[in-house]
């Protein structure tokens, strides 16, 4: 109880004096205000950098964990019946449960084209992959379930498609002939992707319209190539090690003898193997904080001394009517302190207010889907940074006051 006591009054001391010199005191903790404010901020913004990466990443080869299954034939001569491995897939899929799952095919096609007849890359997909890889859709949209019914096929077009079809709005269905075996018109209702001036004319459709229009060879001739999809999965990074190979073998059970299916994941954080991608990005966010909070904490270290010494004499009466050593050690450092956790409070709403402002929010996050909620870790990474200086700058002062001798004090 005496050492609660203690720790009151002395804050109640230290907020007093902060009262008696509250100009002096403004003016030195303006630049901790303000390396506070910048070290949340940064540590925010780093958030927010770290999150766009892992979108990048997760564009590029799938969301944690994404597995997918190849079906093979043991003679290498063979090709599975693409709709009998799709139902042995999804039944193995609803038996554990899972909710995000796509066949992906790559292939080309030839579609009709203002320059003529041109064939390009094709992707033929189910909506759910637009997930499962966030795709980013910068005009218009991405399929929905409903796009399965539709008499003309909708297509997502890459940005150079787009403009080879002038760039048209997509609120008139833009459409253009596709030169499959069962020819049809594809409306288009997305688009995607960066520029590569003009070189990559691609698009994305259903798999089941790619099917419908031709583009698939079904002819089982000698040497004839049919592409085959790839059947990819998303579930939760802790049970993939364990679903992989359970429903690898309930789709070569359905398969029958002859068949296997061989699983991967190609996500990103399989391939790590426990590296910490962000780790160059913590540091240098983290370097760059210290860096900030330092130069203010010199400042402050500065400003606190010239105020001990003009106070040396107020020391001095203090020890001569019986204040411990100690007292005065904890009483300087304490004034630091408090005057340090003000300024951090006053920092992190500075940097609260900034980084929620729409104008902000909406420039640093612009490439983000997820956009991360203001992390609780930065407010008190600045709070807890703020009262750490407090103490460092107010340890020099405190050990200055406590070597005054109280008769040389009086005298002064």
């Not at 090709?79 to 899929?93: N, V």
């Not at 075996?181 to 089941?208: F, H, K």
């Not at 009262?387 to 004090?409: C, E, N, Q, S, Y």
């Amino acid at each position: 109880m005496r050492f609660i006591t203690s720790i009151a009054a002395a804050l109640v001391e230290a907020w007093g004096e902060l009262r008696v010199s509250r100009l002096r005191v403004m003016l030195s903790l303006i630049g901790v205000a303000v390396a506070v404010a910048a070290l949340t901020a940064v540590t925010a913004l780093g958030a927010v950098a770290e999150q766009s990466q892992r979108e990048q990443q997760e564009r590029y080869q799938g969301r944690p964990a994404l597995l997918t299954f190849m079906p093979s034939d043991s003679t290498g001569m063979k090709s599975p019946d693409p709709s009998l491995t799709t139902t042995a897939f999804q039944d193995a899929a609803d038996r554990y449960g899972i909710d995000w799952t796509s066949r992906v095919l790559q292939d080309s096609g030839s579609v009709e084209l203002p320059r003529g007849v041109t064939e390009m890359p094709i992707m033929a997909v189910d909506p759910d992959y637009g997930t499962m890889h966030r795709i980013a859709v910068r005009e218009g949209r991405w399929f929905d379930a409903d796009d399965a019914d539709r008499f003309a096929p909708a297509v997502i077009v890459s940005t150079d498609l787009w403009k080879e079809l002038g760039s048209p709005d997509l609120r008139t269905h833009p459409h253009f002939e596709l030169s499959g075996t069962s020819p049809s018109t594809a409306v288009v209702i997305g688009v995607t992707g960066e520029t590569c001036d003009g070189q990559c004319l691609s698009m994305t459709m259903l798999y089941d319209d790619f099917v419908k229009t031709g583009f698939t060879r079904i002819d089982d001739g000698p040497g004839a190539y049919i592409p085959q999809p790839s059947y990819e999965a998303w579930v939760p990074p802790s049970t993939a090690k364990k679903l992989m190979p359970r429903i690898a073998s309930a789709m070569s059970l359905a398969l029958g003898d002859g068949w296997q299916i061989n699983p991967s994941r190609m996500d990103y954080a399989a391939q790590l193997g426990g590296y910490d991608p962000y780790l160059p990005l913590k540091l240098a966010v983290g370097g760059i904080a210290g860096l900030v909070l330092l130069l203010g904490a010199l400042g402050l270290v500065n400003i606190s001394l010239v105020t001990v010494r003009y106070r040396v004499r107020e020391i001095g009466i203090r020890r001569s009517f019986g204040a411990t050593a100690g007292r005065v050690f904890f009483g300087v450092m304490m004034e630091s302190v408090v005057a340090t956790v003000v300024a951090g409070l006053i920092g992190v709403a500075i940097a609260v207010a900034v980084l929620k402002n729409p104008t902000v929010i909406g420039f640093i996050t612009s490439s983000v889907q997820d956009v991360p909620p203001f992390p609780i870790s930065a407010a008190l990474i600045g709070l807890g940074s703020s009262a750490a200086v407090g103490a460092l700058a107010g340890l020099v002062p405190a050990l200055v006051a406590v070597r005054v001798k109280p008769i040389d004090a009086i005298r002064l």
